[in-house]
């Protein structure tokens, strides 16, 4: 698969389609593989974070789900085929469990948020199987016990929604020890499967403006949003960079 480095970060060229026949080579494999859902924040968070570095760099898949993502990548010369997102990829994962037989375990959001959103996966995929749901926490002092419960549960996709980056940074740090042939971060996506957030209308989301509706809807977030300008500005020194190597080379 062809992949574009942004910011030192490797961000792949997949699709929603690549997304799910990844999904089916790592179940066969029986071995543990993490997908991250790549954006801007991220991107930016990763030169200061070294565990979150380190997760990007160890990830079997890194997806772009932003719009920005998108933008950086064709400014670099090198453009993505397709956003593939954790709200959007949510629904695709469980069509696509419920037509292989693959076992789902919902982890994180709120206390009783993810059981909510197993139920509405269930009624809208006939035959999913939910090995599990916990809200639980990203603590350090709560791994065990979650470890434990999904390892009785036994499932091939593990969706986990403790937010961005402390998702992952959780699977990074506990990926080995699970087991679970496919570990994905969904951010906020069991929030708004299960009702609790509502989604920005589909227009906005088309146009790529999902961010300013969030932000709207939830004006704690302003401060995520101040590493967006940082990121306008590095993505920029890094074509600059590229195009003078490029000159230089010629």
């Known amino acids: 698969m062809n992949s574009v480095e942004i910011l030192g970060v490797r961000v792949d060229d997949a699709t929603y389609g690549d997304l799910l026949d990844g999904v089916d080579a ?22 200061h974070d070294q565990e979150l570095a380190r997760a990007l760099a160890d990830s079997a898949l890194n997806v772009a789900d932003s719009v920005g993502v998108m933008w950086a990548a064709r400014l670099l010369g ?12 949510i629904q695709h994962l469980a069509a696509h469990c419920a037509l ?21 996966l269930s009624v809208a995929n006939p035959g999913l199987e939910i090995a599990g749901t916990y809200a639980g926490s990203p603590s350090v002092r709560e791994e065990e016990e979650i470890i434990e419960r999904i390892g009785a549960a036994n ?14 940074k959780w699977i990074a740090r506990n990926r080995l020890r699970l087991g679970v042939p496919v570990l994905v971060g969904v951010g906020g996506a069991f929030d708004f499967v299960a009702g609790v957030t509502k989604r920005a209308p589909g227009w906005m989301r088309r146009c790529g403006l999902e961010w300013f509706h969030r932000l709207v809807r939830e004006p704690w977030r302003w401060r995520r949003q101040l590493a967006l300008p940082m990121f306008l500005i590095l993505v920029l020194r890094q074509r600059l960079e590229a195009m003078v190597g490029s000159r230089k080379a010629s």
């Open 26 to 47: 790592f179940v066969a494999s029986g071995e543990p593989h993490q997908i991250i859902t790549v954006n801007a924040e991220m991107l930016v968070a990763a030169l």
């Open 78 to 89: 090198q453009p993505l085929q397709e956003r593939v997102t954790g709200s959007d990829g």
């Open 100 to 120: 292989k037989g693959y076992r789902l375990y919902l982890l994180g959001a709120a206390r009783g948020v993810a059981e909510l959103a197993a139920e509405r």
């Open 155 to 168: 499932p091939d996709l593990l969706l986990v929604a403790y937010g961005v980056p402390a998702e992952e």
